[in-house]
């Protein structure tokens, strides 16, 4: 069993950054593809990135493309999404996800591991 622990959320101004953490236990972390998925009050939880177990392929929602950079450290069991140039529009709580699968995939079904969010708020 993959248990996932997200930190980093927190209240930002339009234009600012953030590094959100995902920390997960168990062995097999590395061999697992891992995303990033966010969900805003009222609307469905929508893809924002993946990464596939080596790095080697990320994927990302259009509109946070060349602003949002996955990664990932498999020493540390560890993913992590780094936003830069917020918008307000980003608000939203933001979950990461494993996929034992290493498919790097868009789709919330192809992830069964969740962790609990944390919140990201973008002020104008």
């Known amino acids: 069993q993959v248990q996932l622990v997200e930190s980093g959320g927190g209240l930002v101004q339009a234009g600012g950054s953030l590094r959100l953490s995902c920390a997960a236990s168990g062995r097999t972390f590395s061999s697992y593809a891992m995303g990033w998925f966010r969900q805003a009050p009222g609307k469905e939880r929508d893809f924002v990135a993946a990464?596939?177990?080596?790095?080697?392929?990320?994927a990302y929602l259009a509109s946070v493309k060349g602003r949002f950079t996955i990664s990932r450290d498999n020493a540390k069991n560890t993913v992590y999404l780094q936003m830069n140039s917020l918008k307000p529009e980003d608000t939203a709580v933001y979950y990461c996800a494993a996929d034992p699968r290493n498919r790097g995939s868009q789709f919330a079904y192809a992830y069964d591991h969740w962790g609990q969010g944390t919140q990201v708020t973008v002020s104008s």
């Open positions: 990464i596939t177990w080596s790095g080697g392929i990320t």
